[in-house]
């Protein structure tokens, strides 16, 4: 692939990655290289392997790896704890949040905040410095202190969940962010807000990961390149005009470059 | 799952309390008779009126059958196999702390509860008991200012004798049930505290129960009796040594509340639960119960239940005076081969009485959390009305959890609400949590936490930040 900064080193690179779930396969040789400033779109049919793509570099237990490789700033990290590969900075957004009944969103977000800031040899923030710099960062995705009062993503709309998520990533300042679906579900208003706060969030040391299914996102937030995904596999990578493409023609000739495989 | 190697290492953790003091103790010899009873009894130099209290109880006991209804798994007591008094050897009589032996005091400070006028906690008065003796109890020429009478309930026998013989066994009769008969016989020490009319107890008064010896049980026996308008908070800890045998607990607890006085009684327990494998630890079969005597009197029972092998325990009220209110706010976490069979009765007697329910049971491991508890509505408490709520959180996939909700109303006009919920920590729940960089243990931790907040807004401030600690303690390791 080709690199808009050459001299850096990549931040992530999957390198011929196989996957499964309780002996079901569903990455099938997954290969790609995310450099500092990069914002890449992945794309494809739902069940193509996005979100489990995503959830495997976060690190979730229930995947197993059969084949290939994830590295992240030049380290192998397949034996890394989530929390370990999240404090080091890397950052999924989830497509469906899920609601921790009983679990302050506030002392959510300033533990992990603090977690992140202890790997990075920063001063962990006590509850009025947090609050100090949560409300700055409310801003950033147009949310009212009241979220923070409340349970984790307990009675959140849809919205709000993927402000939250957003708002998270803000907090935590990640090296890369993997963001799946976060446009899903969101109205053109919203669309617009949580976009404005990735971009305000990434800078040139950062990697994004955009996986989304529409156009509508990708005209707020330009990607360097996109990603075509199906059963497993990127099948082709081009820069924006190939959404653009899939946006008019479908997915359907992905179904036929798979059968002729 | 990926932190299965974490996880053993705090298994193994071990309980921080096992440690046993190496102290010379005067014991009497093992079994149960009637001379065994009038011995405890010469001992402690006792009236005639508790002895025959005693024999009475014991005499009780003897016809009845250990109650198997809570279906608790166990293998049967032998109680010509335990040691009925066992104290550490002292000199005669104690007139100061400086007599007490330094063994005692290091015991006590190395479970967080230093009693030294130095060293001891400045906001809680405590008495603290040893095996079967009160060793020391503090703050209480402070508390005799305001009238507040705060011993051991040996001393109370001698010195308060008509209190303790209008009240000794009138919320909880010699006959009540098994373990409480075996009590009534057999009880060797405990706290005791009166707070005159009017008078709110200037500081909380606290009770640390420490068992010591492998052999002999404990049998402690605690009395507490507000006046009119008067109110009291009192706290309760108990941490015994790991032992591979059980050891048998059987404590009572009598609370008095008259016209609009309050009680508040809170209980940490962490006694020894025993190993992964469920050898050791103790048999913690407790009846604590409160009588609202009076008009408008509150009773409000608040237990963190994490320790003993098996915990059968309903502290209950009995609501006599009309708008009298009783409350129980329980956390229960078992986890390995724990049993806990735990819940409340609440009994409303007069009219408009209230009571409060909250049950939050948190099982992990192998183990299992019930909660059993009874409503009921007698023919006068018009008016009257209940709310319940008990839920049940697992974690991982071999812990069971029951819920046994008893309802009795013979009153059409009052009110019984019951809620009930079951939940179990998922993996995506924790996996969110670790993919914000939270670790492991603490994510379980937060969870559990939050799912008990209920609770814990109704402890004393320093309890519940110790009861927090304390569950995560007990949990780390348990979500594999």
Redesign the interface.
Known sequence: MQSKTKELDPILEVNNLFASIENLPILKGVTISVNPGEIHAIMGRNGCGKSTLSKII?????YKITKGEIKFTGNDIQSL???E???SGIF?G?QY??E?????NL??LR??TN??RK?LNKEELDTFDFEDLVKEKLDLVKMDSAFLSR??NQGFSGGEKKRNEIL?MAL?EPKIAILDETDSGLDIDALRVVASGIKKISNEQTGIILITHYQRLLDEIQPDYVHVMADGQIIKTGESDLALELEKNGYEWTDNFIKEQ | MVSENLVKDVVTEPYKYGFVTDIETEKISKGLNEDTIRLISEKKEEPQYLLNFRINAFRKWQKMEEPNWADLGYKKIDYQDIIYYSAPKQKEKISSLDEVDPKLLETFDKLGIPLTEQKKLTNVAVDAVFDSVSIATTFRKELAEHGVIFCSISEAVKDYSNLIEKYLGSVVPSNDNYFAALNSAVFSDGSFVYIPKGVKCPMDLSSYFRINSGDSGQFERTLIIAEESSSVSYLEGCTAPMFDTNTLHAAVVELIALDDASIKYSTVQNWYAGNEEGVGGIFNFVTKRGKCLGKRSKISWSQVETGSAITWKYPSCILLGEESVGEFYSVALTNNLQQADTGTKMIHIGPRTKSTIVSKGISAGNSINSYRGLVKMGSKASGSRNYSQCDSMLIGDQAAANTFPYIQSQQPNSEIEHEASTCRISEDQLFYLQSRGIEFEEAVSMMVSGFCRDVFNQLPMEFAAEADKLLALKLEGSVG
């Open positions: 976060a690190g979730h237990p229930s704890e989530p929390e590969r999240a404090q999924l989830f949040p899920i921790i009944p009983g679990v302050s002392e959510f533990v992990a977690a992140r790997f349970s984790i998270q935590l």
